[in-house]
């Protein structure tokens, strides 16, 4: 079988015709498997799962009851379908709300679809403005905090390749959401000066020639670059 990437798998098993419980009969809900096993010997070799959260399902009540009088433990059991399989199983559960923290309802799987559509388009739309060179509207995109962040990570690359040197101080004075992000800007600030013989002043900020010695924003002398 194709290695499949999270991603993809998602994809795939939100057009998938969701399984039904077989004691309650009720539609069975896309779960997203914690990156930590809470239980030895339960380790899901897939990210998600389909869990019947149902909390009237004859299956899940009796689950308190029998585990109440064989391990005097308050827990129970929902029942679970890997996508794709026939077989259903159980996981444990410890409390009504335990494990629905990684249920996929709807609204979350509709939003994940309309980021992903507008991943795609922001990336078709890239490649026209890189064709055109127009750095002005990727450097736009690179900065636009709805825009999903694996295409402002490609926007500010190109902003690096195809930029003036005034996109600089633009990306100096944007704030990103993260370290790695910044990292990369950082790295494209520097490729920006390079491209074009600037730095920065040592004393105010402000950008002048490479080869300057004097600044012409304060005035100080500057060390050569
Ligand atoms: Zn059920
Ligand atoms: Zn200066």
Redesign the pocket.
Known sequence: MAFETREELLEKYIEMDKPH??????E?ILWEVPPINFSDGLGWGTPFLFV?F?DE????KKGWEHLQETMEAPASY??INEPGQKNFEYMPVFSPLGATGGKLDDEILVKQKAEKELLKQTFFVLTDYYMAKDWDEILKIALDPKIPVRARLKAVEMVGELADVEAIEHLINHKFPTPVFQESVDKVIEQLHERHFTRECPFCAEIIKKRATVCKHCQKEVPRG
Request: proline content about 13%; charged content about 15%; overall charge neutral.
């Open positions: 419980c077989p004691h309650c009969d009720q069975m019947c149902n399902c004859p299956s899940y929902r029942c």
